[in-house]
Structure formats: structure tokens, C-alpha cells
């Protein structure tokens, strides 16, 4: 039989950032797996076996990754794998993975590279870093037409993402770009790409930031007195960072493929989460612990097909049948033969600085 | 006799502070000859200069007919000077055996490509010079902290692996600074008897600076005298003896007249 | 009861292994070694090949730093450099991996003649700083030489095929690394007993001796850090092949600084210090993860969210015992031991 | 003219926490001989303290300002204590080792004690806008900036003229002898341990307040020691200065060139000025004899 | 020979501590560095109050050991006191912090002079008076600038750069800015031009006769240190060899011999040495 199911058993592993600032979104990404995990097994397990959840850290260090991967698949011996670390660490376990055939659903950092070409056994839930921006930058410039156009991004393969997806809509649109920065990993201090922001004119500006630098760039368009109408991206979409820009936070527009909390289908969420994590874990919740989630539970229902003895080869097909499933916190998920992609449904969010949440906008 | 070492009009400038001002001298091959000159008087600079340690300010060293001014530093070990340092200048976390092996540097040749490979050309040379080094060891007796790590040393011993190091050189001009201080008696006549000896059987040259009254008195073949930068006398042990400068600026004027006593 | 071996000839003087026993015990590691793939599973092996990628480079930043004295903050640049002249060589432009590896070996060579210049002028933390200036700066240069590095993208790398031999196999890229771990090892302690590595030990612990006995100490710090780059960029170009993805980020400032902590946790200046030191560093983490699963039960209930971040603080505090106990690193316990074996039970 | 004067002053306001931050470097340096890579870790703990006492005791000033500098002091004379005075006398490289491993578990404190997300330092004032001559600045930055002046002036006379101040110097320069005279190295360490915890932690604080909190804050340390060896490793009044000059420097580069440009600009401008100034630019020359 | 010149049992047989009255006493001490090298066996040494005592020995017998040892810093050197005591005015002291022993009385000053480089001399001096209020350190420091007036001429100057003979004046004063009991010298004529010799060993016979100080002496220049000297001790790896007043040390034939440099035909020329000495060791 395949490794990591016992008759009582069935192990699912994971390799996040448990540790340094990208914690915050290896955590949360972490519990969202584990409130599907806990749903599944306060429900009977998985044809009557329990789900075991076998985490990693990899302290977002590529190296160790792949290290944390080898381990849960070869010595925890785990039937499937959730999550998988930043998109750099993804494509780095990408052969790892393939070559040991092991059932994946990735739902942190879905970028291309990971479903083109489509692999066997890897699935992705989510929708790739550049629709999603170009989902964003068709929305602003389609509100605000004819307006001058600010960009900065950060100097790695995420940055280049958000790049690539805003060029393309610069040209498709033609848009007038005045201003295109490119900041250093880590950079803290903004006050001078700000000023050249400020100074090239722009009235709508794409804060290609992660979390803090998006923070830092308001606060400092702030203070060079300036609003223009911005734009930010999915990681960096939650809601501590509301209160951190204060009223410079106000009505900024965001894109995501999950719901927001403040909605009804987040809200249910949350009322759901409550009892089956710990109070630090609950706290350490955000759209991430959606994305987890959701992976997880297309994951489980699958192995859940395949009857009595699951196998891996059952449950990549039963992955591969997919279809519509209803997770709550995002569209329907469907995968196909030769789609590895979920190609989630994207929608158009703006901060509301009142009640430091995210609302729907379309 | 042509000179071996021709010191012309030499200056060192610190600053505002005139270390060695216009010094002159000559040292013939095979002479035994000894610096003196009170504490500050510019001694160790004039010889930090010869050994291209320092780059005169002024003045003209030359040596075996080449002007050092016109190589660079690190070639004065081959063309033939070597010496040892006042305040110890050893490569204290290294054996005793690899710091005189490392005097050997400029009488080995192998290259990069030889030393990853070691064996053949490296393996030979390294012998020879091995052998070499165990005989230097055996001459200083020193063979039973061969293998000890030199910073653990007492201070006179460390004296004795920087003169092992020097003489690994194989130098022409052997410039010894204050070599017996921190010596006892029985060492400082075993230290003359040795810069006797390679003089004698070598046919090094040797340059000495030394407090120890003793000893330059005895070996030497002449003495230089600094005084504030600028040489002050020159001349044999008897003559140095009898110079009321040296007297009044160096030795004080009791231990003069007594030594000149003595010697007379 | 042993006290000390007698050298009959001077050849035995210089020998890289001087006893019987320690012949007897490095036949066994090597078989060991070349056993290992065949016996570990693929995690474990993970362990061996990242041991064995570290040590090339540690060995690499060895004889800069440990031997020379000169202390680079930066060594993580040589690593880039070489994983990317490999990966731009042979996957960019589909030369054969023997050319990539030779690339790897001389691009971050030549990089380093730039970055050795300054040390003629600057010493010790002042000269670390350029080096550390370095490595941000060829970060930089990187992502803008997009057209020949991808930028950001990264590069993709296969394992090699080199001279019919396939590499691609967990084992026998454990064979490739073996390899090259050890031709390094050897090729160090070759030239750490030749003049070349007493030179670099001379300038080190005193410059201007070291010029007094003939050594040009331009020419051998340039030609430390040319050595010491490319050999590391060697093991960059191993260690890109391992993550299978060569990329900026794959090679964060974090790995300057653990090859410091491999040469002193080791002990600085001794090849064996480079290897003992790595493979404590590398399989520390995996120490304290065991220690760690022992309470997990009880630490994953205490602590939700902190658990692996208590991981982490262990794995700070071992280092510090270690040296406080330690503090000549691994070789000089290593000294202690040996010592109190062949005298014992004598004390002196 | 706005636009530089504006670049400059955000230059001068973030160049003057690196200078805080590197002259806590320099202090440690000037009286232990040592390089504490956990310098950047300890600014952070100070930081992130004076934002718990802000939020659960008082967000007053001056009980945060007392809280956080109590804490630094205590911090400082821990770490000393337990971690640094055990290792007296010991290889300096071992004892460097140290501090690093030190710098890990500091790191991992703040995602244990706190947590990964952002946060607000909100002590009632510094977060506000000034207009001068229609230039906004913080006023947060404004304080830094004269605080830096400040700690300047008196670690100058301090190293100076105090007699401990020269202690330290003494102490770092041969530790074997100062003991000898009777100076008790360990209480000298354990002063230079608090106060560059302090003086660095004030540095945290002001970043706190400009910048927000993150687990990120301690690469700080990465961009203050090249501005004390910039200023000088032994120099703490170079190091402020090394700050200000990075702070100035990265902000041109970042305003005129690119952002992408600032590190390197900074880089550069070090490598520039330690090739006319080998030992950085108030620092000493070694003495050395042979 | 005054009375008060306490006679040391031969060193062979330490098995009863005979009464002997000295400020400083070494009782027994053995010394062990690195936990392998054996550098002190078993050495006794009296330094009785108000003297002078010289400790000669060839190089590396053990003398600056043992004066680490007495002041306390010889942990910093990976070495420690496996047996013996050493006491001060009868009290127990091996175990006291460097600082505390100053604070007694106890100051050494260091082979090879180890002045703080970077420090001016001024400078150097009041880190000699730390331990001393600032009122007493004025007063001692104008004390050592009248003994050194050398030394007050230069007193802005960075120590680093001066002679060799100006930074051995500045170890010495400096130490006696402690204002000691019992000062320790290594080595002070180490590289001093004779006629500085000549006046730090006035200063260091008039430190006793006038100041009334106690002073253990090392030196390799035992002409100049038994002239001075009440009492001499003779070390050889590690071990007390001979012992006695200076006089009769001086009278001693190996020591005329070895240490001195004059046979029973008077003194030679080191030119006239024919062959290396073979040490003699009065233990092997
Ligand atoms: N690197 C330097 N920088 C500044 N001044 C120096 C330097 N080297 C030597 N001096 C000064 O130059 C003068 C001569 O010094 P030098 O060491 O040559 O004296 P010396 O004759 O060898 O004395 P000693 O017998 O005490 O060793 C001294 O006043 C010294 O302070
Ligand atoms: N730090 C140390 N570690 C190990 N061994 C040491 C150390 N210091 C001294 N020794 C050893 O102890 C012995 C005595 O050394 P010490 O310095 O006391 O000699 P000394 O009598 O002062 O000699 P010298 O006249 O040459 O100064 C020597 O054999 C020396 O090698
Ligand atoms: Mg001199
Ligand atoms: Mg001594």
C-alpha cells in the first residue's frame, strides 16, 4: 500500500515558515490546514481514520524545504502534502515532488511555474500572482481613466510578477506611467521612492509592497501630503495593517480570490475556526488560513472518494475529478485532466479604515 | 673591500618627529658589527628601513651593489637580508617548526599547482627544507619545544625561534635587534659564541643592536652610535670606549671610564 | 601504553597522515561514505549531500579566512556567483556541466580580484565590510543583468551529466559531491603543508614578519581570496544543482554568516575544523528537532504558535554552551582528547 | 530645492537611527574589543518592550521613555551576565560566535513573546506631521535627530574625561594589564553592555515610532555596523556620524538614481571612503611596532 | 646579614612548612597550564617586608609564572594553582580577583612593559590610580613625575609610540600610582639602554630605602639585580635550585659562573667562549 495510512491513520504533510516574519503567513496558511483537518476528523476522520497533520518549519530558507519535504515524505512517510512554503521554495521542491509521485495540493504561492506544464500529481488552488494583479490594474484604470500611473515592486520573482502583470495591462490599456520604482527586499525606509512618486505626479499608484512596506509607503505619502488612489496585492491584504496606516489606509483598493472577513461567507468562517483552534492560533488568522483551508478540504474530500484504501494514484485522479467543490471561503474549486490549476474567481476589495476591514466592491 | 651594506645620508620622518636623521654608514662582508645608542635613539627604525619595513624618507641603502630602493619589499628576504624583532614578531599560533619553516619561503619554489598535488616536487623540497629547519632546531637547542605552539612560549625562548627563523632565511646580512635582552649570562655567551660561528662558518654578516655592553664590546668589529636620530661616533670597541659622547650620552661617564679601564 | 610515535625519516615528517590508526580510521570513513547513498534513505541522504556541498564551501571561506586572516562577511557573494556562472553556462546556454564547474570555479575567482583589491589597504572588520558590501552588491548585479541571468526569475538547473555519467540520482549525485568535497579537502591540506599555505598562516598572525621572510603579501591575500573563491563557487555551483533552482534568494546573507559559525564552531584555521564544524551546524537543527519531538506532545499544547520558534532558541542557546565550553571549537576538544588519550592515565 | 531638502531631512531622520544603532556597536567594541551581532536584536527587544509597556501599562511618554530604558539597562547587564562573562577571556572569534548565537534566540523571541504581525508604537506624540516650510516631517524624526546630537556630545566627553571612560578604552586595549591596575573588566563590560543597550534601544524606540514594529526590525543591525566602521570601529562619535552619512547617502542615491540603487549607493560610499581612510573616518590607526 | 632574612629549607624537602615570616610567601605552589604543561613544581618563596628579592632563572624556568600567579591573572591564560598557597600579610590570596589584590597592595608590572597603546600617558597613569580616590591619584601621579621627570615632559604623548626606556619608566610608574605594599617587577631593564638601567635601578633602591617598599624583582641581568638585592632565589624548570642572601649568591661558583659571567680567572671575553655550555642543571 501507499506510505501514511494505518488503519486507524492517515498522515498529511506540510513544510511552512514557522519561523522569522514570513511566519505570519506560514502560520496562518499552517492553521487554516489544521481547521479543515480538525472539521474533517470532529466528523468521523477520513472513512473512519483520523487525520494526522505533520508540519515543518523551513524558516523560508529554500534549502531547508527541500530538506522539510524529504523528511515528512520519507521518514513521517505522509500519504499527502498541503501547502509548501513561498513560491521560491515551491518551485525548488517542485522535483522532489513529481519524482516521488506523492498527492500535492499547493495553496500558498500559486505562481505559474507550478501547474505550466501540468505535473501528475501536484494540484494548485488559487489564482496566479498575475491575474490577479491585472485583475487589479484593469479595475483602477478602468474607475479612474486617463490618470497618471505609479508602480514599485520588490527586486525578487514575486516583484517580477507583479511587474509582468502590470505591464501587460499598461500596454493592453495604454496606460501613462510616471513613475516605476523597484525597492530592495527588506528596505525599510520609503521616504525617498515616495518623494519620486510624489514628484513624477502620479494619481494612481500600485504599492507592490509585501506587508510592512506597504504600510511604511502610505504612511509616508502621508506625510508628504499626497493620496493618490492605490492599489494593493493579496499577501499583503491583511487587516493589522489597517490599523497601522490609520486613516492613510483609508478606502485603498485590494484584490483576492478569498472572501474577506468582514463578509458574511468570512464571517461564518471565523464562527466556524473558533472552536477547533487555540486562542494564539485564532489570533494568528488571515486570508492565508482561507487558502489553507480550502486546499486542505479539496485535498481531504478526494482521499475521502476514493472508499475504504486509498491509494496515491486514486487520489490524484479523485483530485483530478474535482469539481465545484463548495469550500466557503473562495469560488467553487474544479481541477480537470491536464488542469492542475483552480483558476479561482477574483474580486475587488477596499479597505474601509472605520472598521479596519476589507469590503467587497463589485 | 667593497662595502656589503652602504647606508647614505638615511632619514626617517614621523611626523612632526625626526627618527633617524642623515645617518651614513658601511659594513664590510664577514664584519661583526653592533648599533648603539640610548632608548628612542632610532636604532630599530634605521633597521626597519634596511629590512624594508619602512620606506626611508630620504637617503640611499643600498646592498650587494642593488639599490633597495628600487624593489619592492618583499624581495629584500631574497636578495639576501634577514633579521629578527625587538618586541617579537612571531606567527604565535604556529609550531615551532612551522614558524622557521616559514623562513624558508623564499628558498622554495613549488607553485599552486604543485602544492594541491604535494607529492613529487613539493614533497622533496618540503624534506630538504625540513631537514634544514631540524638542524637549525638542533644548533639552537630548542628541540624540545620543537613542536610547541609558539604564543605558549616564555619570552627568551621566543627570542631564539625568531634567530632560528632569521638564519632559515639563509641571509647574507643577518640583523639582529636586541637579541639578548631577556638573556641570562649562560645565554648571552651561547648567543656570542653563535654570531661567532655564523660569521665564521656561514660567512654571514652581521648587524646587531644591543644594550648589553658585554657583548657588543667583545664581538664586535665596529660599532655605530645613534644619538637622536644622528650617528654620533663610530668606530672599534676600543675607540667607542674611550668617546666622550658615547660616555656622556649613552653608557654615563662611571661605566665608561671603568670599561675603558677594562679594556685597556 | 603509547607516548607519542617516532618519526624514522624526515618524509614521515611531512606526511598528511602520519599513524597507522588514523589510516585505519579514514579507510573506514571513506568506505562509509561510499557506502552511505546505498544504505540512507533519501532525507538522510539530503543530509550527507548538504554536508557535503558545505564543506567544499566552508573549506573554500577555510582558507581565506582561517588561514589568512582575512575575514569575509560576505562569502555568500563567491556561492551566487558560481551557482549562477553554472546555471547561465550550462542552462542557459547548454554547455557541458564539466564547462559549467569549471565556470563556477573561475567566474567568482575573477570576481574576487576585484573584491581583493581593497584588502591590500584595509584589515580585519574594515576589510569585512567590503566583502559584505560585495555580496550585497552582486546581489544587485544580478537582478539587473536580466538579460543574461533572468533577473529575479532565477534559473532552472537539472543535475549534471558529466563525461557519460549521469549525476541524476540522489546516490550518484552524492558521488559527484563526495567528490568534490573531498579533492577539496585533499588540495587544502596540501597546500596548508607547502609554503603557499605557511604563507598565508604567516600573514595572518603577523604581516609584517611575513614580508621580512620574503612573502608578498599582495600577491597571497589576492591569491587567498582567488583560491577560497573558487572553491566556493564550486559548492555554489553544487548547491544551486541541489536546490534545483538558482535564485537570488536561494542564497541569503544568513549563509555568510553560518560559514562563520561552521569555521568557528569547528576551529578557526583547520581544514578538519571546516568539516567537524559543518557537520555540527547542519545537523544541529536536526538535533534539536529529535530533543524537540520528545516533549512535542506537551510543547505543541503549551506553546500553539511558539513551538518552532523554541526550536530555534535552542538551537541559539546549544550554540552558546557549545562555546562556553568549547571555545576552541570541535578540533581543540578534539586536541584534548587525543591528548588525554595518549598520555593517559598519566597527566603530563 | 524642495526636493532635496526634503531627501535630506528623511535622510538625516533614518541615518540618525542607524547612528544610534552603530554607536551602540561602537561602544561595545571600544570597551570589549568585541563586534556584538546581536546588536540589532537587542534595539528590537527594547522596541518591541517599550510597545508592550505602551500598550498595557501607559502610552505616556515618559513612562514608556523610562520603561524602555529600564528595560535596555536590564537587558544589557543580562546579557553581559549570563552570556558574555563566561566567555572572558576566550578566543575573540568564540566569543563573537556568541553573540550570534545570542542574535538567535533574541530573533525568535519576538515571534515567541509576540508575534509575527506589525505594530504601532502609539506613546501620544512623534507620530504627528510637522509643516516646516511646507515640508512635512515627523516630529518623531525631528526628536531623533537632536537625540542622536545629544548622546553625541555627552559619549564624547564621557570616553574623554571620565575616568571610566578611559577605563573602557584601557580595558579594550589590553584587558591582561587593566587587570593588573586593578580595573575590574567584568563591571566595565557589564557598564559598556548597558549603555550601548541603551543607546541602541533609544534608536529602536524612534524606529518604532517612524516605522511601525515588525520581526523584521533587527536587520537594522545590517545597516548600522558598516556605518560604524564607516565613522570608525572605535570611534562611537564616528559611528553617529557614519549614520547620519549612510542615512544622507542612501536617500540621494534612492531620490536621483533609483530605489534599487540605495544599498549599493551606500556601499560604495563606504568602500570609497575606507580606500582614502583605511580605519573609517574618526577612527584610529593601529599602533603598530615593530 | 640581618636577621630578618628568613633561610628557606632546601626545596627538596618540603615536608614540614617551616615558620617563616614574609609579606608575600609562596608556600608549595604548583602551577599546571592548559591542564598539561607543568610550568611551576612545587616552589616555596619568601618576600620578606621592607626588601628587595630577586628571582633569577634561564628562560622559561617559570618566573613570570609565578608573578602572574601572585597577581591574579593567570586564569586568563588557561593556567592554575593545582597545589601550595600564596599568601599576603598571612592571609590566603590565590583566589582573589586581580582588583582586589591591587587594592591590598599587590601590583605587578608586566613583562614587557604593556602599556595601554592608544592611552596617553597621562592617561596610562590614571588608570594606574583606579582604584585610588582622585585626590590620592593626583597626589601619587606628581610623586611618579617627580621620580620620572621624563615622563611629565611627555605626558600628552600617546604612549604607543614612544622608546622602549620611556615606556618602561610609564609601566613603572603607573603600577606605583596603586600606591603598592609590594611591587613586582618583570624583566624592568628589559631593553634599556645602560644608563637608564642605572636609573630605574636608583629609583628601585630608593623606593625601598625611602618609601619603605617591599619588591619581588625578575630579572635575567643578575649582576644589576643582586647588586641591589637583599635576597636571591635561583629557578630552573619550574623548581627553586638555590636560594640565598645576595652576597652569598654572588659568592656562589655556578652562579659566578652561569648567571655572572666570571670564572675562577676572572671575567673573559665572550670572544674567548670555544664552545656552547652545555647547561648545567643543579636538578635534572
Ligand atoms: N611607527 C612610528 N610612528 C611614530 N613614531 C615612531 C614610530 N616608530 C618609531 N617612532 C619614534 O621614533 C623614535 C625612534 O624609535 P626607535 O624604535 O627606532 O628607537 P630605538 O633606537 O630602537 O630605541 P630602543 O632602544 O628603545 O628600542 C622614537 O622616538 C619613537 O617614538
Ligand atoms: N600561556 C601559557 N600556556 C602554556 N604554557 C605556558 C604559558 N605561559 C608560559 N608557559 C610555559 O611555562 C614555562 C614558564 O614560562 P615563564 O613565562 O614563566 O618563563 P620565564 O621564567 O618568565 O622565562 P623568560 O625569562 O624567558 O621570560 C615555559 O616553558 C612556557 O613555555
Ligand atoms: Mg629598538
Ligand atoms: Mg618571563
Redesign the interface.
Known amino acids: 500500500a501507499d506510505p501514511g495510512i494505518t488503519d486507524s491513520e492517515i498522515l498529511i504533510g506540510d513544510v511552512e515558515p514557522l519561523t522569522g516574519p514570513p511566519a505570519l503567513l506560514g502560520v496562518a496558511a499552517s492553521i487554516g490546514h489544521k481547521i479543515a483537518i480538525a472539521e474533517a476528523n470532529a466528523a468521523g476522520g477520513i472513512n473512519g481514520r483520523k487525520i494526522k497533520y505533520v508540519l515543518e518549519d523551513d524558516g523560508y530558507v529554500t534549502a531547508r524545504t527541500i530538506q522539510g519535504v524529504k523528511k515528512v515524505i520519507d521518514v513521517d512517510k505522509v500519504f499527502a502534502m498541503l501547502g509548501i512554503s513561498g513560491s521560491g521554495q515551491s518551485i525548488a521542491v517542485m522535483p522532489v515532488l513529481e519524482k516521488s509521485g506523492i498527492p500535492t495540493v499547493i495553496d500558498v504561492a500559486p505562481v505559474k511555474f507550478l501547474w505550466e506544464p501540468p505535473r501528475k500529481n501536484v494540484f494548485v488552488v488559487g489564482q496566479s500572482y498575475e491575474e490577479g494583479i491585472i485583475h487589479l490594474v484593469n479595475f483602477l484604470a478602468d474607475k479612474n481613466p486617463g490618470k497618471k500611473w505609479g508602480l514599485i515592486t520588490q527586486d525578487d520573482d514575486y516583484g517580477i510578477t507583479v511587474r509582468d502583470g502590470f505591464d501587460s495591462v499598461v500596454k493592453a490599456k495604454k496606460l501613462n506611467v510616471v513613475y516605476s520604482g523597484n525597492y530592495k527586499k527588506g528596505q525599510q525606509d520609503f521616504s525617498s521612492d515616495m518623494l519620486q512618486l510624489k514628484d513624477s505626479g502620479a494619481e494612481v499608484f500600485l504599492a507592490g509592497g509585501i506587508i510592512a512596506e506597504n504600510i511604511a509607503m502610505t504612511k509616508e505619502l502621508e506625510k508628504l501630503n499626497i493620496k493618490p488612489v492605490t492599489g494593493i496585492f493579496w499577501p499583503g491584504r491583511i487587516e493589522p495593517v489597517l490599523k497601522l496606516m490609520g486613516p492613510a489606509g483609508d478606502r485603498i483598493y485590494a484584490v483576492d480570490y478569498v472572501e474577506p472577513f468582514a463578509g458574511t461567507a468570512g464571517k461564518a468562517f471565523l464562527e466556524k475556526a473558533k472552536p477547533l483552534v487555540s486562542e494564539a492560533e485564532f489570533k494568528g488568522i488571515n486570508r492565508y488560513t482561507m487558502t489553507g483551508y480550502a486546499a486542505a478540504r479539496v485535498l481531504i474530500a478526494a482521499i475521502e472518494r476514493c472508499g475504504k484504501q486509498p491509494t496515491w494514484a486514486c487520489t490524484i485522479s479523485e483530485l483530478e475529478k474535482t469539481k465545484n467543490v463548495e469550500t466557503g471561503v473562495m469560488a467553487p474549486i474544479s481541477f480537470g485532466p491536464g488542469v492542475r490549476f483552480s483558476n479561482q474567481k477574483l474580486q475587488i476589495m477596499q479597505a474601509d479604515a472605520a472598521t479596519l476591514s476589507f469590503k467587497p466592491v463589485e | 673591500m667593497t662595502a656589503l651594506l652602504t647606508v647614505e645620508n638615511l632619514s626617517k620622518r614621523f611626523g612632526g618627529l625626526q627618527a633617524v636623521a642623515d645617518v651614513s654608514l658601511r659594513v664590510a662582508p664577514g664584519e661583526i658589527c653592533s648599533v648603539i645608542g640610548p632608548n628612542g635613539a632610532g636604532k630599530t627604525t634605521l633597521f626597519n628601513m634596511i629590512s624594508g619595513v619602512l620606506r626611508p624618507s630620504g637617503g640611499r641603502i643600498s646592498f650587494d651593489g642593488i639599490d633597495l630602493s628600487t624593489i619592492s619589499p618583499w624581495k629584500f628576504a631574497a636578495v639576501g637580508i634577514g633579521r629578527t624583532f625587538q618586541n617579537l614578531a612571531l606567527f604565535k599560533h604556529g609550531t615551532v617548526v612551522e614558524n622557521i619553516l616559514t623562513g624558508r619561503h623564499t628558498h622554495l619554489r613549488s607553485t599552486v599547482l604543485d602544492a594541491v598535488w604535494f607529492y613529487g616536487r613539493t614533497r622533496k623540497e618540503e624534506i630538504a627544507a625540513r631537514q634544514r629547519v631540524e638542524h637549525i632546531i638542533e644548533f639552537l637547542e630548542i628541540e624540545h619545544i620543537r613542536d610547541a605552539v609558539v604564543g605558549t612560549l616564555s619570552y627568551g625562548q621566543q627570542k631564539r625561534v625568531e634567530l632560528a627563523r632569521a638564519l632559515a632565511c639563509e641571509p647574507k646580512l643577518l640583523l639582529l635587534d636586541e637579541m639578548v635582552s631577556g638573556m641570562n649570562q649562560e645565554e648571552t655567551e651561547d648567543i656570542a659564541r653563535f654570531v661567532l660561528d655564523i660569521r665564521d662558518e656561514l660567512g654571514i654578516t652581521v648587524v646587531m643592536i644591543e644594550h648589553e655592553m658585554r657583548i657588543v664590546m667583545d664581538i664586535s668589529d665596529r660599532i655605530h652610535v645613534l644619538n637622536f636620530g644622528r650617528k654620533i661616533a663610530e668606530g672599534t670597541p676600543g675607540e667607542i670606549r674611550r668617546d666622550p659622547a658615547v660616555a656622556e650620552a649613552y653608557l654615563g661617564s662611571q661605566r665608561a671610564d671603568a670599561m675603558a679601564k677594562a679594556g685597556a | 601504553m603509547r607516548t607519542g610515535d617516532y618519526k624514522q625519516s ?2 614521515e ?2 606526511a ?1 597522515i602520519d599513524s597507522p590508526p588514523v589510516w585505519l580510521w579514514s579507510a573506514v570513513l571513506l568506505l562509509a561514505l561510499i557506502a552511505a547513498p546505498h544504505l540512507l ?4 541522504l ?2 550527507l549531500m ?1 554536508i557535503l556541498i558545505t564543506v567544499t564551501g566552508a573549506l573554500g571561506l577555510n582558507i581565506l579566512t582561517g588561514y589568512t586572516g582575512l575575514i569575509s562577511l560576505g562569502h555568500v557573494g563567491f556561492l551566487v556567483t558560481g551557482a549562477y556562472a553554472y546555471a547561465v553556462l550550462v542552462s542557459k546556454y547548454h554547455m557541458p556541466p564539466s564547462v559549467g564547474f569549471l565556470g563556477a570555479g573561475v567566474v567568482p575567482a575573477l570576481a574576487s580580484l576585484i573584491v581583493g583589491a ?1 584588502s591590500l ?3 580585519g ?2 576589510l569585512a ?2 566583502t ?2 560585495f555580496s ?2 552582486i546581489n ?1 548585479v544580478i ?2 543583468m536580466r538579460w543574461l541571468t533572468n ?4 534559473i532552472q538547473v537539472q543535475r549534471p551529466e558529466i563525461f557519460g555519467i549521469s549525476f541524476d540520482g540522489d546516490a550518484a549525485f552524492t558521488y559527484l559531491c563526495l567528490g568534490i568535497a573531498g579533492l577539496t579537502l585533499f ?1 587544502t591540506l ?2 596548508r ?7 598565508f ?2 600573514i ?3 604581516d ?10 599582495h600577491a597571497y591575500k589576492l ?1 587567498a581570496f582567488i ?1 577560497s573563491a573558487f572553491i566556493t563557487g564550486i559548492a555554489g555551483a553544487l ?1 544551486g544543482i ?4 538558482v ?4 542564497f ?3 549563509l555568510s ?1 553560518e560559514a ?2 561552521i569555521l ?2 569547528g576551529g ?2 583547520s581544514a578538519l575544523g571546516a568539516v567537524l564544524g559543518t557537520i555540527l551546524i547542519v545537523l544541529l ?1 536536526e538535533a534539536t528537532r529529535i530533543v524537540f519531538s520528545l516533549f512535542s506532545a506537551q510543547m505543541d499544547a503549551t ?4 513551538a ?6 535552542l ?6 554552551l557549545f ?2 565550553f568549547q ?3 570541535l578540533v581543540g576538544a578534539w586536541h ?1 582528547i587525543r ?1 588525554t588519550w595518549v598520555h593517559w592515565p598519566l ?2 | 530645492m524642495q526636493y532635496l531638502i526634503q531627501l535630506l531631512i528623511s535622510g538625516l531622520a533614518i541615518g540618525a537611527i542607524y547612528g544610534l544603532i552603530a554607536m551602540g556597536f561602537a561602544v561595545i567594541y571600544k570597551s570589549t574589543g568585541l563586534v556584538n551581532f546581536a546588536q540589532g536584536e537587542m534595539t528590537m527587544i527594547t522596541a518591541y518592550i517599550a510597545w508592550t509597556i505602551s500598550t498595557t501599562v501607559s502610552g505616556n511618554v515618559f513612562v514608556v521613555a523610562v520603561g524602555a530604558i529600564l528595560a535596555a539597562v536590564l537587558l544589557g547587564l543580562i546579557i553581559e551576565r549570563l552570556v558574555m562573562r563566561p566567555m572572558l577571556g576566550e578566543p575573540v572569534f568564540a566569543t563573537v560566535m556568541v553573540t550570534i548565537g545570542l542574535a538567535v534566540i533574541l530573533r525568535s523571541a519576538i515571534n515567541f513573546i509576540w508575534d509575527a504581525y506589525p505594530h504601532g508604537l502609539d506613546i501620544g506624540m512623534g507620530r504627528g506631521i510637522v509643516h516646516l516650510g511646507g515640508i512635512g516631517v515627523r516630529a518623531g524624526q525631528i526628536a531623533v535627530i537632536a537625540t542622536l546630537l545629544l548622546l553625541l556630545a555627552a559619549i564624547w566627553a564621557f570616553f574623554r574625561y571620565s575616568k571610566v571612560g578611559v577605563a573602557m578604552r584601557a580595558v579594550a586595549a589590553d584587558d591582561r594589564t587593566a587587570l593588573l591596575m586593578g580595573i575590574s573588566a567584568t563591571r566595565v563590560h557589564a557598564l559598556a553592555w548597558a549603555a550601548s543597550s541603551v543607546i541602541a534601544g533609544i534608536g529602536g524606540v524612534f524606529f518604532a515610532l517612524s516605522y511601525d514594529l515588525s520581526p523584521a526590525m533587527f536587520q537594522l543591525g545590517l545597516k548600522a555596523f558598516p556605518a560604524t566602521i564607516l565613522g570608525g570601529l572605535d570611534a562611537v562619535l564616528g559611528s553617529g556620524v557614519g549614520g547620519l552619512l549612510i542615512g544622507i547617502t542612501e536617500n540621494l542615491a534612492g531620490g536621483y538614481i533609483g530605489s534599487g540603487m540605495k544599498e549599493v549607493a551606500g556601499f560604495a560610499m563606504i568602500i570609497i571612503v575606507l580606500m582614502i581612510r583605511p580605519f573609517g573616518i574618526f577612527g584610529e590607526r593601529d599602533i603598530e611596532r615593530v | 646579614m640581618p636577621t630578618t632574612i628568613p633561610h628557606p629549607t632546601p626545596q627538596r624537602a618540603p615536608v614540614a612548612v617551616p615558620q617563616r615570616q614574609g609579606l608575600l610567601e609562596f608556600r608549595n605552589i604548583r602551577i599546571v597550564y592548559d591542564n598539561a604543561i607543568e610550568a611551576i613544581r612545587d616552589v616555596s618563596i619568601a618576600v620578606p617586608e621592607g626588601r628587595i628579592v630577586a628571582l633569577l632563572g634561564s628562560n622559561g624556568a617559570g618566573k613570570s609564572t609565578l608573578l602572574k600567579a601572585m597577581s591574579g591573572i593567570l586564569y586568563t591564560e588557561e593556567g592554575v594553582i593545582e597545589n601550595g598557597s600564596i599568601r599576603f600579610r598571612n592571609d590566603e590570596v590565590h583566589r582573589l580577583a586581580p582588583d582586589e589584590l591591587v587594592r591590598r597592595g599587590i601590583v605587578q608590572v608586566p613583562e614587557g612593559r604593556r602599556v595601554f597603546a592608544a592611552l596617553t600617558i597621562d592617561e596610562n597613569l590614571q588608570m594606574g590610580g583606579y582604584t585610588r580616590t582622585s585626590a590620592e591619584a593626583r597626589e601619587r601621579r606628581d610623586k611618579v613625575f617627580a621620580l620620572f621627570p621624563r615622563l611629565y615632559e611627555r605626558r600628552d604623548q600617546i604612549a604607543g609610540y614612544m622608546s622602549g626606556g620611556e615606556q618602561q619608566m610609564l609601566a613603572i610608574g603607573r603600577a606605583l600610582m596603586t600606591d603598592p605594599v609590594l611591587l613586582a617587577l618583570d624583566e624592568p631593564s628589559l631593553g634599556l639602554a645602560p644608563l637608564i638601567i642605572d636609573r630605574i635601578y636608583e629609583v628601585i633602591a630608593r623606593l625601598r630605602d625611602e618609601l619603605k617598599m617591599t619588591v619581588l624583582l625578575v630579572e635575567q641581568n643578575a649582576q644589576r639585580a643582586l647588586d641591589i638585592a637583599d635576597y636571591g632565589y635561583i629557578l630552573e624548570t619550574g623548581r627553586v635550585v638555590l636560594d640565598g642572601t645576595a652576597a652569598r649568591l654572588t659568592a656562589n661558583e655556578d652562579v659566578q659562573e652561569f648567571y655572572l659571567g666570571v670564572s675562577s680567572t676572572g671575567r673573559k671575553s665572550l670572544r674567548d667562549v670555544k664552545h656552547y655550555k652545555r647547561r648545567k642543571r643543579w636538578l635534572s
Not at chain 3, 541541489?242 to 533552482?245: A, E, H, K, Q, R
Open positions: 624526515y618524509g615528517l611531512v598528511l534513505n533519501s532525507y538522510a539530503s543530509f548538504i581593497p589597504r584595509l584589515k572588520l574594515y565590510i567590503t559584505l558590501a550585497f552588491i544587485t537582478l539587473e533577473g529575479a526569475r532565477g588540495a596540501n597546500i603543508r607547502s609554503r603557499i599555505g605557511r604563507a598562516v604567516a595572518r598572525d603577523n609584517t614578519a611575513a614580508r621580512v621572510m620574503g612573502i608578498n603579501l591569491f583560491t548547491y541541489y536546490l534545483s533552482f535564485s537570488v534568494e536561494g541569503p546573507f544568513l554568516i562563520l559559525a568557528i564552531v578557526l584555521g537543527p506553546f500553539t504558535t511558539g518552532q520558534e523554541l526550536k530555534s532558541m538551537y541559539g542557546l546549544v550554540i552558546i562555546l562556553r571555545p576552541r571549537g584534548d591528548r597527566r603530563y
